[in-house]
């Protein structure tokens, strides 16, 4: 099993036509990802790597049957697009958009909740279950299937992290981008309630950053909710107060949302904290979880 996607998800890409949406349209068609249609409103009729285009998500989605959209539109068209996606009851919607206005997301935020849709993002990579689907921006080639999910802020540090776990001879289970924004629209403690019921998932590594109580909020949930083997890293121990690094959520404000104070609190839960990306992979190895090749 994995979470979220499988081999009968069925994407839709809003903005394929753009270099960004295409690129990557490629990509998903490449790695085996069932990619049925994409949106791009004036230029329906047309098809991207024999993918249709349509100018609405309402006719994509009555002449194709999507169950995952993914998107690519620029930031300022951003929001009506995942309005349209969310509207067209799909339920699961990727954001791999970011500069996205906070005022612009807390609506989306609560319409999503609001219609059952599950939303990932914005300002993120996507997410992969390796061997099955890939609905994002992730490079392929450094995943395996196996039994370590990954669940992370950061894209880059997802990529680090996975490339560790690989070349320990662990595969992945899924690995979820949740996004790097103020405003994501599933949480940490959200992807670690499925990834706790997923039977494929037999560990977790915590990929967290500077900026807000996300991992915080994590920590407890692992406490008394998670059963199996969690193991983190924090980016941002260096980080100056009141700078935003990297991503818009990556800002410590006076003493809250330190790497320090995260650290703690992942620490307080019985869950063990690597000091670089790589060794996240030593770590999993500690806890005796089973290799997968």
Request: with cysteine; glycine share 10%.
């Amino acid at each position: 099993m994995s979470i979220l996607i499988d081999e009968r998800t069925r994407v839709l890409v809003q903005g394929i036509t753009g270099r960004e949406g295409e690129f990557h349209t490629r990509q998903m068609l490449e790695y085996g990802t069932t990619v049925v249609a994409g949106v791009t409103p004036g230029r329906g009729g047309r098809d991207v790597a024999g993918v249709p285009v349509f100018n609405t998500v309402a006719e994509a989605v009555a002449q194709t049957r999507p169950n995952c959209s993914i998107i690519f539109v620029p930031a300022p068209f951003a929001p009506d697009a995942i309005r349209e996606a969310i509207s067209n009851a799909l339920p699961i919607v990727v954001v791999i958009t970011e500069q996205i206005p906070v005022h612009e997301m807390i609506p989306l935020y609560h319409f999503a909740r609001l219609k059952g849709t599950r939303l990932i993002g914005p300002n993120c990579p996507g997410l992969i279950s390796p061997g099955k689907a890939k609905v994002g921006i992730m490079p392929a080639h450094i995943h395996r299937p196996g039994s370590v999910a990954v669940v992370s802020r950061s894209g880059t540090l997802t990529y680090e992290v996975v490339a560790a776990l690989t070349e320990r001879g662990y595969g992945q289970s899924t690995c979820v981008g949740i996004g790097g924004d103020p405003i994501v629209g599933t949480s940490f403690v959200e992807v670690l309630e499925l990834l706790e019921a997923d039977p494929q998932t037999h560990a977790i590594a915590l990929i967290g950053e500077i900026g807000g109580e996300a991992e915080e909020e994590a920590a407890a949930y692992v406490k008394f909710h998670v059963r199996k083997p969690v193991v983190a890293f924090v980016a941002g121990r260096t980080a100056p107060p009141g700078r935003r690094m990297g991503h818009a959520g990556a800002i410590i404000s006076g003493t809250s949302g330190t790497a320090q104070e995260k650290i703690a609190a992942l620490r307080a839960a019985g869950i063990q904290v690597a000091d670089t990306p790589d060794q996240v992979a030593d770590l999993i190895a500690s806890a005796r979880v089973p290799r997968d090749f």
